[in-house]
């Protein structure tokens, strides 16, 4: 990873998604083998400024443009995904299978939204438009899927 390469796009996909100058936005690599994840953000939408964590030392994606994208653009979507979980937090106050269920749809939706966007930005305005597919090289194959289960008959 070309850190300073990647300091790069991220001033040009600041600009880009207008998120200056009205944000201010910080990139940091995460150095910790154990982490996870391919990327994060943190957000204080009281003092308008965010944290984009990429990972440097175990990146799950071939792509970082893809993956800095997509976390620039959850900060886009940062009101929306406030609003929705309040009015999730208003109709299920106390843990359940209903809350359970609205929380994890909605999550599920919102990174799924947030790729898509991510992945036609980049097709359009990207430097590198080569899609990441890393989740699908460590997922199941379609037939491990069906391993184990019974006929329905």
């Avoid at 999550?107 to 898509?116: S, Y």
């Amino acid at each position: 990873m070309d850190k300073e390469k990647i300091r790069e796009l991220f001033d040009v996909w600041t600009r880009k998604l207008r998120i200056l100058p009205g944000w201010d936005v910080r990139l940091q690599f995460v150095e910790n083998p154990g982490w996870r994840k391919s990327g994060d953000i943190k957000i204080d939408c009281d003092d308008k400024k965010a944290v984009v964590l990429l990972n440097a030392a175990n990146p799950r994606q071939e792509n970082t443009e893809e993956v800095l994208v997509h976390e620039l653009l959850h900060l886009k979507m940062y009101p929306l995904d406030q609003t929705t979980e309040t009015l999730i937090d208003s109709i299920f106050p106390e843990e359940g299978p209903a809350r359970n269920f609205a929380m994890t749809q909605f999550f599920t939706t919102l990174e799924q939204t947030v790729e898509e966007l991510a992945k036609c930005f980049l097709l359009e305005f990207g430097e590198n438009r080569e899609l990441s597919f890393g989740r699908c090289m460590s997922g199941k194959s379609f037939n491990d899927l069906f391993d184990g289960l019974k006929n329905l008959e």
